[in-house]
């Protein structure tokens, strides 16, 4: 509030940091102080921001580790082949015979074998769910309706395939029991899509979750503005510009395009 001589702008946070005075002797005159005291706080954001960056630690690429086989000494041979002739350590011999061929010891190659199979099966999951949910705008992927469907596969022993899906859904629509988008429901909590990262049955389940289905997976954050930031106190800005991504991403989005 402007009196005869002064103008004055006192910004109290209420946040036990103590309040900040800019007085000056013309409007135009506290307008640039704190039009400076703005740009000082920009400032100070974007050091702390490209300091964090420095410290934040990066992932580096991990080259992909190609099998080939391996060439056997002329000692691993002599000794392999004398391995061979003895019952006790005939089967030894073979596993090293078939490591040096493979390029990896097998318990290894056992286990990329498996990996790729369950991705496989969950990627064979994902397709056959997402051309069931295509063809059946009116079934909601909520917690209720994927329960009763799984749970009429698995008393079967039926794969997760489009057709068994169709057949499944069918059979509880006729019946009621199941959740139709045409009825008024409120939608489910958010959940883990398990479409996603499911493995194959017995290992953990699957889902009938897709971003197709128009379901709600997530409410949006709320973004900061520049008085947000102005707010807050030091030591929290610090802390969040530190440990929250999605605020040092905003933060940094801000500063991008202003």
């Known amino acids: 509030m402007a009196d005869e001589k002064q103008w004055r702008r006192v ?27 703005q740009e000082n706080a920009t400032r100070k954001i974007q050091e702390l ?14 080259p992909i580790k190609v099998l080939s086989p391996r060439e056997m000494t002329v000692d691993e041979r002599f000794q392999v082949t004398q391995d061979l002739q003895d019952p006790t350590k005939s089967v030894e011999a073979v596993n090293r015979i078939v490591e040096a061929s493979l390029g990896a010891p ?43 469907m799984f749970e009429r596969l698995e008393k079967d022993n039926l ?13 509880l629509k006729a019946a009621g ?6 009825e008024t429901v409120e939608e489910p909590p ?7 990262t499911s493995r194959p049955r017995g290992s953990q389940s699957s889902s009938l979750r897709s971003s197709q289905s128009g379901v709600v997976v997530g409410t949006q954050s709320k973004r900061i503005t520049m008085a ?5 106190p030091t030591a929290e800005l610090e802390s ?13 989005e801000m500063y991008a395009s202003a």
């Open 11 to 37: 910004i109290d946070l209420k946040d036990g940091s103590g309040v900040q005075v800019f007085e000056a002797e013309t409007h135009e005159e506290l307008t640039e102080k704190l039009a400076v005291a």
């Open 49 to 62: 921001s490209q300091k964090v960056k420095e410290l934040t630690p990066r992932d580096k690429a991990q």
């Open 106 to 148: 097998i318990n290894e190659v056992r286990q990329r074998l498996s990996k790729q199979e369950e991705a496989d099966e969950r990627a064979r999951i994902k397709s056959e769910a997402e051309v069931f949910m295509a063809g059946n705008e009116d079934f909601v992927p909520c917690v209720e309706n994927e329960k009763l």
């Open 159 to 171: 794969a997760i395939n489009q057709k068994n899906l169709q057949d499944a859904f069918e059979e």
């Open 177 to 182: 029991l199941l959740v139709l988008r045409t």
């Open 190 to 196: 958010p959940a883990e899509s398990r479409i996603a």
């Open 228 to 232: 947000d930031i102005n707010r807050m």
């Open 240 to 252: 969040k510009m530190r440990n929250d991504p999605v605020f040092r991403k905003q933060v940094d």
